[in-house]
């Protein structure tokens, strides 16, 4: 089975929507074939002629992190990038894997209409727009190598991926959909199991083309039913826009603008009673219908996760550098103001007025600002 990093949703949705990289760089990152070796030798990643080699994988979580930075951090301009990378990185793939608790469960091999929104958002909303959809057999399992969900056309492959019995399953019910019970966050299934089915039956390319065809020829009225189905059967408003990032996040930024992606976003929301109460956008207190909406990135329309950006705040070395010396500088001002006016310390005005002095373009040698001084090391947009 050829397995590649484009068919692991969660890199797809970091590599789409959160990693500022040239487009033909996230291309060939997505391109990259996986190759699962087990031997005797330590677990981890390396690349060789445009294939991954990950080498006896033994949880989700560290294959997700270690196949990503080990393609990311070849594009960090220095060691402190990498750093700030891989921390980003595993709090991200903590949030992914462990968005909300689940115990895992099986092998248990179920029918899909088990799994009622996947199965309502292809019969109701895909399939009345292309030809018949084949849905395949559930294979609930928990595995190292694989994402939220991935097609399984054989034994073969269930034993050489995931290290489990040929005889497993009979024949007569491949191809299947394995769904990945490691990964606890309902909004990944979900997305990924309606994404897999799509490209069993039209093939990668073909499914990414049909998404961004629904969501930009007929966009509101389709994610609007897709929203109010998922609103019944799962009630959660963070699940339901989790789901709608996810799933999204499988058309490749460069096809589409980006600016059109995040207005539907917004229309969504907006439009429905039920999560425009509990989903509040930042631009919310300034909205009119007449005005465009300027946001260019979904993350900061829902507000910013804390979670994911807290391992990366704190006393960072490299940030405290570059900072040091201008701090340093502006503390030794206030301290020079104080004395010449014979004060203990300064009043609010008096703060202010070393402040101008301190960003005076037309001094000697002018302040820097915070944004210009820590551009350089930034990774995520």
């Known amino acids: 089975m050829s397995l590649k990093i484009r068919d692991l949703q969660f890199a797809r949705f970091l590599l789409n929507t959160q990693v500022d ?113 084949h849905l395949p057999k559930l294979l609930m399992v928990k595995s190292p190598v694989a994402d939220s969900c991935q097609i399984v056309r054989d034994s073969g492959d269930l034993s050489s991926l ?60 389709i994610l609007s039913k897709m929203v109010t189905a998922l609103r019944i059967l799962e009630g959660d408003p963070s699940t339901i826009v989790s789901f709608i990032d996810l799933l999204v996040s499988s058309i490749a930024p460069e096809t589409v603008d980006c600016n059109d992606i995040d207005e539907i976003k917004q229309k969504i929301v907006r439009s429905d009673s039920y999560l425009s109460r509990h989903v509040k956008l930042a631009d919310d207190a300034y909205y009119t219908p007449d005005v465009r909406q300027q946001w260019t990135d979904w993350g900061i329309m829902v507000g910013l996760i804390e979670k994911q950006l807290e391992p990366a705040r704190g006393s960072m070395w490299p940030a405290t550098k570059q900072m040091k010396p201008f701090d340093d500088r502006r503390k030794k001002m206030i301290v020079d ?22 960003y005076n373009t037309k001094a000697v040698q002018p302040g820097e600002l915070v944004e210009t001084l820590l551009k350089e090391d930034r990774v995520w947009k």
């Open 21 to 133: 990289l040239d487009p033909g760089l996230k291309a060939g990152i997505l391109n990259l074939d996986i190759n699962i070796l087990r031997d005797q030798g330590p677990e981890g990643a390396q690349i060789d002629n445009q294939v991954v080699s990950y080498s006896n994988p033994s949880s989700v979580v560290k294959f997700l992190f270690t196949i990503l930075l080990e393609t990311l951090q070849r594009h960090a301009r220095s060691p402190e990038q990498k750093d700030k990378l891989g921390l980003v990185l595993l709090a991200m793939c903590n949030e992914y894997v462990y968005g909300d608790y689940d115990p895992p469960c099986g092998p248990v091999l179920i029918s899909y209409e088990k799994m009622a929104a996947p199965t309502i958002a292809i019969k109701e909303l895909f399939e009345p727009l292309v030809d018949n959809i």
């Open 162 to 221: 995931h290290g489990l019995p040929r005889n497993l399953i009979k024949s007569g019910n491949f191809p299947l959909i394995l769904v990945n019970s490691a990964i606890q966050n309902r909004a990944a299934i979900l997305s990924d199991v309606i994404f897999q089915t799509l490209s069993l039956n039209f093939g990668f390319e073909k499914s990414v083309t049909l998404i961004r065809e629904l969501l930009f020829v007929d966009s509101q009225p």
């Open 337 to 358: 103001k104080a004395k010449r006016k014979g004060k203990q310390q300064l009043n609010f005005a008096e703060l202010l007025e070393v402040s101008r002095d301190l």
